[in-house]
């Protein structure tokens, strides 16, 4: 586990303004148009800046200055065969892999940290039907650093 990238995106997802230019938070995707009438988001940017898409923890990561330098690159504006694919230190992957390889994660761990907002409602990290809010992941990696396990709806 890398914990020093862990502590940089929690302290991201803490940003009024994590990254300029994304209109929202959605863990529904890693990127995605932005639309507020169909998406469930937290709209949390300047929308005079926005470039229209919205992302998830790890799409606004790859789109970060502070990760991108660090290898993790993420263009919403590229698709692949499955989805958005991320450049993790110049070699091609999907998300779930990507998110795994750059914090070296578990693929587990990496798959509920990043693959969704059900794993949040499931464990008890976020009420049912209530958006994931960027704190909501934030608060989460705390914990991942703290105790070196996600949440398992019990505390």
């Known amino acids: 586990m890398n914990i020093e990238r862990l502590k940089m995106l929690s302290t991201l997802l803490r940003k009024p303004v994590p990254v300029d230019g994304v209109a929202g938070f959605d863990m529904y995707s890693w990127s995605a148009k932005y639309e507020a009438s169909v998406q469930d988001y937290v709209h949390i940017f300047d929308e005079k800046n926005t470039c229209g898409t919205t992302c998830c923890a790890l799409g606004l990561a790859g789109v970060a200055p502070e990760f991108r330098s660090l290898g993790l690159i993420h263009d919403p504006k590229k ?10 230190c110049g070699k091609v992957m999907m998300g779930i892999e990507a998110a795994q390889e750059f914090f070296g994660l578990s693929w587990s761990d990496s798959f509920r940290l990043f693959g969704g907002p059900e794993w949040y409602h499931d464990s008890g990290s976020v009420p049912d039907e209530a958006p994931v809010k960027p704190s909501h992941v934030a608060d989460v990696i705390d914990h991942l ?4 396990e996600l949440p398992d709806g019990t505390e």
């Open 79 to 88: 698709w692949a065969e499955g989805g958005f694919p991320f450049t993790v």
């Open 145 to 148: 650093i703290k105790h070196g």
